[in-house]
């Protein structure tokens, strides 16, 4: 019993020694078993040090109640003469349940702590071995593991070992596992132990000597045959022995698990065998292996079994990991293990992931990992498996600066040390950080933050994140820039040789290129070099993140120097983070968009603006470009103007287009490819109709004045007037005039006949902007035909000879430019004959097809791939256009959702109409979209338009990078085309040929 005054003062005593429910601790401290304890003030103050009090008080009363009575008099006096053994245990019991349940099993494992000579401060193997001899089953070396864990964990958090030195004892107990789980292994079938030699290889972070306390332990097993057996039954007999060695610590007993042991590192990884000989395993990585497996062999250990065949195994590979840089897909697998795998990690814990999060551990291992496979080929200072020791060789060695190396060392430190103290609490295999209130101040205490140890957690965590994902890119990139800017004297720089196979490896086809441009850029002790230094870390990241980092390199190089005296340019670039990650996609996409940029730097500022990169509607391009006209002092002087806003809205919508197809880290990529198209497509042709508007009035100023003697208009046909127009599309139009009243008709036709030959002069002026060609063949009469008809004429014309090709073309007839009225008159006029009353004859549909059949025979160019060539190849889009169009002439006059000029609109309908199956409608759209797609990215990429896939392997990788495809998957993306359009094609078969 405890009078009510000593109650109160031993209340708030507990209260300041950091309990958080004094009353429960209370009652505790009062149960028997503790009454030699309880009135000691050494004990409070002891309990009151360790990471959670309420914790530690509830194990120890679970220690002392399991002893026997003769025990826990011995345990009750040591803890009060013994501060370092009362620290050791209450610190254990502080900080871990799951350790604080084993005591309670197995009371007499505390003895464990009492003594430390200097020789097992930081015990190696040859210790844990020991500690491990008398295990002889599944469920004494679990015991045994437990109890040498308890001593890990009593250092670590006393502070007697720090972060690596802890770490590597774990990966020291976890090797003399290893050898004890083997041996039990082999004592259980000595015919097999007999028989073969197996060798077993740690890697991962126990292969590294920096294991976590709960981790999956990564094996390979290397067999051969003992002297005089078969081998192929020796094989099997240390595959018996891997397996079993593999279940005494994987496998749960009445004392759990001792932790997984994971060999699916092996060659084929899981898919191929557990054990192989040596020469198997080499003739596998010098044939096959990927470059992460080769990061992975990086920390290769040989730690159980027969020591002479792990140490041949380590001997034969190490050359092969240091030779990985130089592998022909050694930049399209870096580019892949770039890009973190957060994909599975739920939305709502990426924030907590101390691992794979932005910021977190693998970030830092794989910076360093990368780093020594491009410089441990010259440099073998670097050929180490344990990170913070890498990491502190590369600064050694100049690779990385001294700053950030220490920057990243204590960040690492910090964020393993977090790592350790969660799976220390039930010792259980996680990376989150906990969202309890009461974990997180265990977490923070056991940290050494006292004061108030969840704000302190977080803000130390957040911060130490933010250095990491600073850090991250900018270690593989600032000190190129320190080699090239001389600005700090005494600072160690990468020698060039050393900055080339950096660059290389980072995708860099010409290393001395790109260091002559960083110079250019970031030399001097200019302003504008200081921010350029400030900026290229970051943008280098980008490049190289890209199908061709030499071409983004290069532009940002020209931009650069375009606009270098503009104020507001770096700026923009420093101070929008938007502005410079669009530029860098933008630049080092292909030709086309930084061509355009070249001729426009200024139109750097649309990437800065959060509604800059929203295409303008026709209305008010047209009205641009007319002012723009008008302003000019002569029709050259005003095509130039209209071209202008041309270019910088083409910019615009290229530059778009790439960033909604690649994504930033401010705008993810467009999930929706069709909306894409539609976007490029509305784009350009408004684009194109108001230019050609300008040239329209450009023409008519000339010689007229404001006032033609004929009403003229301009009509979109072929992808014009569907609104689907590509990059590098032509314009295919007719040109309808009318006279205005008391004008001749024979001075009406002049005029319209001047007009039209000098706009179309005035459009092919030379220039360096993708041309406008507009392209009248699909008027009457063809190429024999005359340029341009009154309405009456064509009424004539379609009344007495069109043909059924010539009704086939009119469905994509729209207005464009010029008197809107008359062109919705022409209109009127050919809308019976696109949707023909009671729809098309047998007849007609007969002769649609043979036009259609006769086009894919003649039209293809020669040697093209017919399953790769976007417009007239199989299941692209000639064959989807042609099969919506039968529809709509067979259909129109009965489903008004047909009546339209866009082909993805049009199939919709017909899909609503129930004239097309829900999966063929899909089909052929998805085949229509890919096929525009490809199109749009040729001319992206090249500069040029083009039909098919390029031949060029950087051209083709840009392509698929904007179709969406990660780098080194180019022929998936072949592939894919090939299947999709395959599928389309049989859609077409029986829609189109009836087939």
């Known amino acids: 019993m405890t009078v009510p005054g000593r109650r109160s003062s031993t209340f708030s005593r507990l209260l300041r020694h950091g309990f958080t429910d004094p009353s429960g601790a209370e009652r505790l401290l009062d149960v028997p078993e503790l009454s030699a304890l309880r009135g000691d003030p050494v004990l409070l103050d002891a309990l009151g040090a360790t990471a959670d009090p309420d914790l530690a008080l509830r194990g120890l009363v679970r220690l002392v109640e399991a002893q026997a009575e003769t025990e826990r008099q011995t345990l009750t006096t040591t803890l009060l003469s013994a501060k370092p053994f009362r620290d050791r245990l209450l610190g254990v019991l502080g900080a871990s349940e799951a350790l604080a349940d084993h005591l309670a099993r197995h009371p007499r494992d505390w003895e464990s702590l009492v003594t430390y000579e200097a020789v097992d401060l930081h015990p190696g193997v040859a210790e844990f071995e020991r500690g491990l001899s008398e295990a002889v089953d599944p469920v004494s070396l679990r015991v045994a593991y437990r109890r040498c864990l308890l001593a890990i964990a009593a250092r670590d958090v006393c502070g007697t070992a720090d972060l690596a030195q802890t770490a590597a004892e774990l990966a020291d107990l976890a090797t003399a596992t290893l050898r004890a789980a083997l041996a039990i292994a082999r004592t259980a079938a000595p015919a097999d132990a007999a028989m073969c030699r197996l060798a077993v290889i740690a890697m991962g972070k126990c292969g590294g000597h920096e294991l976590n306390y709960v981790s999956d332990v990564d094996v390979i097993f290397v067999g051969e045959p003992a002297e005089g057996a078969d081998e192929a039954k020796a094989i099997q007999a240390a595959t018996r022995l891997a397996s079993h060695m593999m279940r005494i610590c994987s496998e749960t007993t009445v004392e759990g698990t001792i932790w997984p042991v994971d060999a699916n590192l092996r060659p084929e990884g899981r898919n191929g065998p557990l054990v192989r000989t040596l020469s198997s395993h080499l003739a596998y990585y010098q044939r096959w292996a990927k470059t992460w497996e080769f990061q992975a062999l990086l920390k290769a250990r040989a730690v159980a079994g027969d020591p002479e065949l792990g140490a041949q195994y380590i001997d034969a590979v190490s050359p092969l990991v240091w030779q990985a840089a130089e592998r022909e897909n050694f930049v399209p697998d870096v580019q892949k293990m770039r890009r973190r795998v957060v994909d599975n990690i739920p939305a709502a814990q990426v924030d907590r992931e101390l691992k794979l999060g932005p910021g977190g551990l693998r970030d830092v291992e794989f910076a360093v990992q990368l780093l020594q496979l491009v410089h441990g080929r010259s440099d073998a200072t670097l050929h180490s498996g344990t990170t913070l020791d890498a ?102 720089r990468l020698s060039p040789k050393a900055a080339g196979q950096r660059l290389e490896a980072l995708g860099y086809a010409d290393p001395a290129a790109a260091l002559r441009h960083l110079e250019a850029l970031a030399s001097g002790v200019s302003r504008k070099a200081a921010i350029q230094r400030t900026l290229l870390p970051v943008l280098l990241g980008w490049f190289a993140d890209s199908a061709d980092p030499d071409a983004g390199l290069l532009g940002f190089r020209k931009v650069s120097d375009a606009l270098g005296k503009t104020p507001w340019y770096l700026r923009l670039l420093r101070d929008e983070g938007a502005a410079a990650e669009n530029l860098a996609r933008v630049l080092s996409a292909g030709r086309l968009a930084p061509d355009l940029l070249l001729r426009a730097p200024e139109a750097v500022a649309i990437l800065g603006d959060p509604g800059g990169l929203k295409p303008r509607g026709r209305d008010h391009l047209e009205q641009e470009v007319l002012a723009a006209v008008g302003r000019a002092d002569g029709a050259e002087q005003a095509v130039a103007a209209a071209r202008g806003v041309r270019r910088r809205e083409l910019f615009r919508t290229a530059a778009a287009d790439l960033i909604g197809s690649y994504g930033t880290e401010d705008s993810p990529r467009e999930p929706d490819p069709g909306a894409l198209v539609d976007r490029v497509g509305e784009a350009v042709t408004d684009l194109n109709a108001a230019t050609i508007a300008g040239a329209l009035r450009a023409a008519v100023r000339a010689e007229w004045g404001e006032r033609l003697p004929t009403r003229f208009a301009v009509i979109g046909m072929g992808r014009f007037g569907g609104h689907e127009l590509g990059y590098g599309s032509d314009a295919d139009v007719l040109f309808v005039h009318e006279p205005r009243e008391g004008v001749d008709e024979q001075e009406a036709a002049r005029a319209a006949n001047r007009v039209v030959a000098e706009m179309r002069r005035l459009l092919q002026l030379p220039t360096a902007d993708p041309p406008l060609l507009i392209d009248a063949d699909l008027r009457p009469e063809g190429k024999s035909g005359p340029l341009v008809r009154t309405l009456k004429s064509y009424e004539a014309y379609y009344r007495r000879w069109s043909l059924v090709w010539e009704s086939q073309a009119l469905l994509r007839a729209a207005p464009m430019a010029g008197d809107l009225e008359l062109a919705d008159r022409f209109i009127e006029l050919v809308d019976p004959l696109r949707y023909p009353a009671e729809g098309l004859g047998e007849e007609a549909v007969r002769e649609i097809r043979r036009l259609k059949a006769r086009m894919e025979s003649e039209r293809l160019p020669r040697g093209a791939d017919p399953t790769l060539h976007a417009k007239l190849g199989r299941g692209g889009l000639s ?40 999966e063929e409608a899909q089909t052929l759209d998805e085949a229509w979209v890919l096929a525009t797609r490809v199109r749009n990215a040729v001319m992206l990429v090249r500069g040029r338009p083009g039909d098919t896939f390029p031949s060029d392997p950087r051209e083709l990788a840009a392509v698929a990078r904007y179709l969406g495809y990660e780098p080194g998957h180019v022929g998936e993306m072949v592939d894919d085309y090939r299947r999709i359009t395959r599928r389309a094609r049989a859609v077409v078969e029986e829609l189109f040929y009836g087939s």
Do not use: C
């Open 879 to 918: 064959d989807v256009e042609w099969t919506v169009q039968l529809l709509q002439m067979r259909h129109g006059w009965a489903e008004p959702g047909l009546r339209t000029t866009r082909t993805r609109e049009a199939l919709a309908a017909a899909h609503a109409a129930g004239l097309i199956p829900t």
């Open 391 to 492: 990491l502190a060789a590369l600064a050694a060695g100049g690779y990385v600066g001294r700053a950030d190396a220490s920057q990243l060392d204590e960040a690492y430190r910090f964020l393993r040390a977090m790592e350790h103290r969660i799976q220390l609490y039930r010792l259980r295999r996680t990376h989150l950080v906990p969202e309890d209130e009461a974990d997180l101040r265990r977490l923070g205490r056991s940290l050494g933050l006292r004061t108030d140890p969840v704000a302190e957690l977080n803000k130390e965590w957040r911060r130490h994140a933010a250095v990491v994902r600073r850090l991250h890119e900018k270690l593989f990139y600032r000190p190129l820039l320190d080699a090239v800017a001389q600005l700090a004297p005494g600072e160690i």
